[in-house]
């Protein structure tokens, strides 16, 4: 398979998985909707960054071993449920905050820690415990034993900027002023309602089976 057909078929695949609901669409949207355009960029930053972990993996051929191994699949699976967990009860903690102090927080948050927030996305999409098995389904159409070096780190380079632009537009969508003036009111409860969300995503994923 030549570049272009690879570039085609995994901007096609990979847009339809950045797109549907998980953790780290409910991750951007809380940033987004509790701290503000800026938060759910550099989470979404952190979220394109987080593919490079499982990319490195996939270009030594540890993918292959991650998904045949249950003790492997199930140590990803606890990290990765146990911090979604960790979101969950930070989101489930949320005070209810007035207009000057939601004013005061959203700056707070902005001046606090790029890095910060920038992790959050990281770890997210780092301990997500599907991607192993999804990197191996998904190299396996596109890659070959005669597929150049190369063309595993153009097609990483080209997931990190999909998934770039899919959350930067999600986030550039709720941080609209006619949303977010009907949604700041209820800051407390979107964090509510995305922590309850990613308590129960890790709930899941530690009791899903490994196989």
Avoid at 134 to 152: D, E, M, R
Avoid at 160 to 188: D, E, I, N, Y
Wanted: net charge positive.
């Amino acid at each position: 398979m030549d570049l272009a057909q690879g570039l085609i078929i995994i901007t096609s695949v990979h847009l339809l998985a950045a797109a549907s609901p998980g953790p780290d669409f409910v991750l951007v949207s809380q940033q987004t909707l509790s701290n503000g355009k800026r938060a759910g960029l550099l989470c979404s930053i952190g979220i394109a960054l987080g593919l490079s972990v499982h990319i490195l993996y996939s270009a030594f051929g540890l993918a292959a071993v991650i998904a045949n191994s249950s003790s492997a699949l199930w140590a990803i699976k606890l990290l990765g449920g146990s911090y979604l967990i960790y979101l969950g009860i930070s989101g489930l903690r949320a005070r209810t905050r007035d207009s000057d102090s939601q004013t005061l927080t959203a700056s707070g948050v902005a001046d606090q820690s790029a890095v910060k927030t920038i992790g959050l996305g990281f770890l997210c999409n780092a301990l997500n415990p599907k991607a192993p098995i999804y990197f191996i389904s998904l190299f396996t159409v596109v890659l070959s034993q005669n597929t150049p070096a190369q063309y595993l780190l153009i097609y990483g380079i080209w997931m990190m900027v999909l998934q770039f632009a899919w959350f930067s537009f999600l986030t550039m969508l709720l941080s609209r002023p006619l949303v977010t003036s009907k949604l700041q009111s209820m800051g407390h409860w979107i964090d509510r309602v995305a922590g309850g969300a990613m308590l129960l995503l890790g709930i899941k994923v530690l009791a899903s089976r490994t196989n």
